[in-house]
Nanobody, 128 residues
Framework: QVQLVESGGGSVQAGGSLRVSCAAS????????MAWFRQAPGKEREAVAA????????YYADSVKGRFTASKDSAKKALDLQMTRLKPEDTAMYYC?????????????????????WGQGTQVTVSS
């Protein structure tokens, strides 16, 4: 069974930087989309960024463009999210997610129901 294990996150002041990482274990496929979602208390889950592991095509929510950068390590089946210029509104639980095999990101990369595997989440807190 594929498992996604997140690490990183933590607390930082506004304007600071954090990195969250996700590694997929027992995933034999190399053709899938991996993404970060986040959910703040009382709010709906939202997609943050995604990468297609075949060609490295990346996707970002408008709210994080220019501040967050997603990168992949295909050999390790890992996805990192470098977050800079953090804002209090970035505070949320961040979840890693991966699609099933042979499923890309595409124009619906932000749709959570397309993702089969989910991590447990890692907390990011940005104080003002």
């Amino acid at each position: 069974q594929v498992q996604l294990v997140e690490s990183g996150g933590g607390s930082v002041q506004a304007g600071g930087s954090l990195r969250v990482s996700c590694a997929a274990s027992k995933y034999t496929s190399s053709t899938f989309c991996m993404a970060w979602f986040r959910q703040a208390p009382g709010k709906e889950r939202e997609a943050v960024a995604a990468i297609y592991f075949v060609d490295g095509a990346s996707y970002y929510a408008d709210s994080v463009k220019g501040r967050f950068t997603a990168s992949k390590d295909s050999a390790k089946k890992a996805l990192d999210l470098q977050m800079t210029r953090l804002k209090p509104e970035d505070t949320a639980m961040y979840y890693c997610a991966a699609t099933g095999p042979f499923t890309g990101c595409g124009s619906s990369w932000y749709v959570g129901s397309r993702f089969t595997y989910w991590g447990q989440g890692t907390q990011v807190t940005v104080s003002s």
